[in-house]
């Protein structure tokens, strides 16, 4: 008897939802690594390989040489007592993505990281004087994210090489903001895009939505493309401060962090206040030191008087 292909013998035994994103995205079985048993391509399988697919180029250029993959460290020896007490669980497609391009983030940016504090006070004045009525009208709840996302939003408009990306010696500025939105959704980030042009409510409607798509796991790969820059909620999980990662080829994130009571100084008194540490992770390579506090300042001044936002200031 004459055999089937591999490829041909498997494919009636993929994962549903695997074969219906390969036919709507034209990719074969054959070009996806199948982590289910004997092979068998799953939906996460599909999803790793669209990340990983290299975006289209702007401008026709001859591709440059990958470099060589550096070899993965030794793992350390264990004791022979110890050995029977742990478990070796293969990672899956999506985490080898992940932790090949935030690898790669590391390797290709010259990544620096600058802190300041924000006092949440009119914020949180300010969400709860209108969060029931905002919730009525709109139907949906009011929270952060959507005032650090049109703060960083506004703070792009004037420190736009924050928005930027490096495609080979060019520098690519781009006149929208599509806001990448991590924490709270694992490890992938869904993407709200035109930012800078939506209100608070359709903003936290994209935000309630993708959470929800996650839940179920339905997140598609059209959620997490395109994304201009992204700010990273680590205070969801009482994260108090932390360096994010890039997510190339963005140049820069925003770390957020656990709100906290805190002694501040203000006006020569000492006073208590809700607290926050902002990070921001850059690319050095095209923002400078200067830009990237300014942007950070920026953000700090219009959460402490979101009336700013409404301003233009």
Same mark, same amino acid.
């Given at each position: 008897?004459?055999?089937?292909p591999?490829a041909?013998?498997?494919?009636?035994?993929?994962?549903?939802?695997a074969?219906?994103?390969?036919?709507?995205?034209?990719?074969?079985?054959?070009?996806?690594?199948?982590s289910?048993?004997?092979?068998?391509?799953?939906?996460?399988?599909?999803?790793?390989?669209?990340?990983? +697919? *290299? @975006? #289209?180029?702007?401008v026709?250029?001859?591709a440059a040489? $990958? /470099?060589?993959? +550096? *070899? @993965? #460290?030794p793992?350390?020896a264990?004791?022979?007592?110890? $050995? /029977?007490?742990?478990?070796?669980?293969k990672?899956?497609?999506l985490?080898?993505?992940?932790?090949?391009?935030?690898?790669?983030?590391?390797n290709?940016a010259?990544?620096?990281?600058?802190?300041?504090?924000?006092d949440?006070?009119?914020?949180m004045?300010?969400?709860?004087?209108?969060?029931?009525?905002?919730?009525?009208?709109?139907?949906v709840?009011?929270?952060f994210?959507s005032?650090?996302?049109?703060?960083?939003?506004?703070?792009?408009?004037?420190v736009?090489?924050?928005?930027?990306e490096?495609?080979g010696?060019?520098v690519?500025?781009k006149?929208?903001?599509?806001m990448?939105v991590?924490?709270?959704?694992g490890?992938?980030?869904?993407?709200?895009r035109?930012?800078?042009?939506?209100?608070?409510?359709?903003?936290?409607?994209e935000?309630?939505?993708?959470?929800?798509?996650?839940?179920d796991?339905?997140?598609?790969?059209?959620?997490?493309?395109?994304?201009?820059?992204?700010?990273?909620?680590?205070?969801?999980?009482?994260s108090?401060?932390s360096?994010?990662?890039?997510?190339?080829p963005?140049s820069?994130?925003l770390?957020?962090?656990?709100?906290?009571?805190?002694?501040?100084?203000?006006?020569?008194?000492?006073?208590?206040?809700?607290?926050?540490?902002?990070?921001?992770s850059?690319?050095?390579?095209?923002?400078?030191?200067?830009g990237?506090?300014?942007?950070?300042?920026?953000?700090?001044?219009?959460?402490?008087?979101?009336?700013?936002?409404l301003m233009d200031?």
């Amino acid at each position: 008897m004459k055999p089937v292909p591999e490829a041909t013998a498997r494919k009636g035994d993929d994962a549903p939802s695997a074969r219906k994103l390969m036919a709507e995205n034209n990719i074969e079985a054959s070009a996806v690594a199948g982590s289910g048993r004997d092979g068998r391509v799953m939906k996460g399988d599909v999803l790793a390989a669209l990340v990983s +697919a *290299p @975006a #289209a180029p702007l401008v026709s250029a001859p591709a440059a040489p $990958a /470099p060589a993959a +550096a *070899p @993965a #460290a030794p793992r350390a020896a264990s004791r022979a007592d110890d $050995a /029977p007490r742990e478990e070796r669980v293969k990672m899956t497609r999506l985490r080898q993505t992940i932790a090949r391009r935030l690898k790669e983030a590391q390797n290709t940016a010259a990544m620096l990281t600058t802190y300041n504090e924000v006092d949440m006070t009119a914020i949180m004045d300010l969400r709860n004087q209108y969060k029931d009525l905002f919730e009525k009208k709109h139907g949906v709840k009011l929270g952060f994210m959507s005032f650090f996302a049109k703060a960083c939003a506004h703070a792009l408009a004037e420190v736009p090489e924050v928005n930027a990306e490096i495609d080979g010696d060019s520098v690519i500025y781009k006149r929208y903001v599509h806001m990448g939105v991590a924490g709270g959704h694992g490890l992938v980030v869904p993407v709200v895009r035109d930012t800078d042009t939506k209100s608070f409510a359709q903003i936290e409607k994209e935000i309630a939505g993708f959470g929800r798509k996650a839940r179920d796991g339905k997140l598609s790969i059209e959620d997490m493309q395109g994304g201009t820059f992204t700010i990273s909620n680590g205070g969801v999980y009482g994260s108090l401060m932390s360096s994010p990662i890039l997510n190339p080829p963005q140049s820069g994130i925003l770390g957020m962090h656990k709100i906290q009571d805190r002694p501040i100084a203000l006006n020569g008194q000492v006073v208590i206040r809700p607290m926050m540490y902002l990070a921001l992770s850059y690319d050095h390579r095209i923002v400078d030191g200067q830009g990237a506090v300014t942007f950070l300042v920026r953000v700090k001044e219009a959460l402490e008087d979101p009336r700013r936002l409404l301003m233009d200031l």
